[in-house]
């Protein structure tokens, strides 16, 4: 059932949920970062989100960056001949995490940020062990004030230990860090109570609380 107008009120708006965050993980879906056409990096978008992310970085925040966008880039490098079987996406994202790398500290240079790549598989944020070393890292890297940048590392991943979704990728990397605040930036609009494109009475859901 779609929320009441009375509970759409009270809900938290984005600048609420912000206020209070001072740890934020950001995610970025590949259909924003790579242009379909060309599959480069389309930059001017990427260096306006950095300015943003700089700006709260600025206000004291921490912020840390879970990006897709390797096996696009790296399908571009290699040509649209590739295949679609596993080995041939991580050949691609073989290929593309070093453009994506690359892209990312380009973007931030103006502001004098660092990036630094972490590379995770679900197996690293199920089992204890790797969940604890993969959770100080970025404890480090943060404490070191640069921007941990998180990516699936699809270069080993099995069918059986991807995540497959950046989204559920972003949320357990929002767990590990103890962020304050995940927000997606997908090439939607926003969550919705149903498929707004086949139900009229869809309601936005601006803020979703833990």
Not at 128 to 136: F, H, K, M, S, T
């Amino acid at each position: 059932m779609p929320p009441s107008a009375a509970a759409l009120a009270q809900t938290p708006t984005a600048a609420d949920a912000l206020a209070g965050a001072r740890r934020v993980v950001v995610k970025i879906g590949s259909s924003l970062l790579v242009d379909a056409a060309t599959r480069r990096v389309t930059a001017p978008w990427l260096a306006a989100l950095a300015t943003d992310l700089a700006r709260l970085r600025g206000e004291g925040r921490e912020v840390i960056v879970v990006s897709s966008g390797s096996i696009a880039l790296g399908r571009g490098r290699l040509g649209a001949a590739l295949g679609a079987r596993l080995e041939d996406k991580q050949a691609a994202a073989s290929v593309g995490q070093s453009l994506l790398m690359a892209a990312w500290q380009a973007a931030f240079e103006p502001h004098g940020l660092i990036v630094g790549q972490v590379l995770l598989t679900r197996d690293d944020t199920e089992r204890r062990r790797r969940w604890l070393n993969a959770r100080a890292t970025v404890q480090s890297l943060l404490a070191h004030g640069v921007i941990p940048v998180v990516n699936e590392n699809d270069t080993v991943a099995t069918e059986e230990i991807r995540y497959g979704d950046n989204d559920r990728l972003a949320a357990r990397a929002a767990q590990l860090a103890r962020a304050d605040l995940l927000i997606l930036l997908p090439d939607v609009d926003g969550l919705y109570t149903a498929d707004p494109r086949g139900d009229p009475s869809a309601a936005h859901l601006p803020h979703i609380a833990a």
